[in-house]
Nanobody, 129 residues
Framework: VQLQASGGGLVQPGDSLRLSCVASGRIFSSHVVAWFRQAPGKEREFVIAADWSGGSRYYADSVKGRFTVSRDNAKNTVYLQMNSLKPEDTAVYSC???????????????????????WGRGTLVTVSS
């Protein structure tokens, strides 16, 4: 599985931006997907995760109500929609994936980056006025 993230750029506070993560094949029915981000000088942190087969979504507290995740199966693409962006959202955003575990297991590991086998190269999002 290969992933490619794109869509980053420079935006102003309050703006919206949509990132894309294209997979090398039709994986989203059998895999879970997550987004992580790494701000300058900080550790990489969890942002959002989705298990479409299990019907679950998980969000970091810092992005709840502002970020959403969706997919387009026909395009093998997952989207991260980011609204009401803040300067503290500035980071390199990376998508990650792994074969879907059972729902109860994923509920305990969704934010653990070591659990993801496949990673896309990150895309930089800068939020600044």
């Amino acid at each position: 599985v290969q992933l490619q993230a794109s869509g980053g750029g420079l935006v102003q506070p309050g703006d919206s931006l949509r990132l894309s993560c294209v997979a090398s094949g039709r994986i989203f029915s059998s895999h879970v997907v997550a987004w992580f981000r790494q701000a300058p000088g900080k550790e990489r942190e969890f942002v959002i995760a989705a298990d479409w087969s299990g019907g679950s979504r998980y969000y970091a507290d810092s992005v709840k109500g502002r970020f959403t995740v969706s997919r387009d199966n026909a395009k093998n693409t997952v989207y991260l929609q980011m609204n009401s962006l803040k300067p503290e959202d500035t980071a390199v955003y990376s998508c990650a994936s792994r074969r879907r575990p059972i729902s109860s297991v994923f509920a305990t590991i969704f934010n653990d980056q070591s659990e993801y086998n496949y990673w896309g190269r990150g895309t930089l999002v800068t939020v600044s006025s």
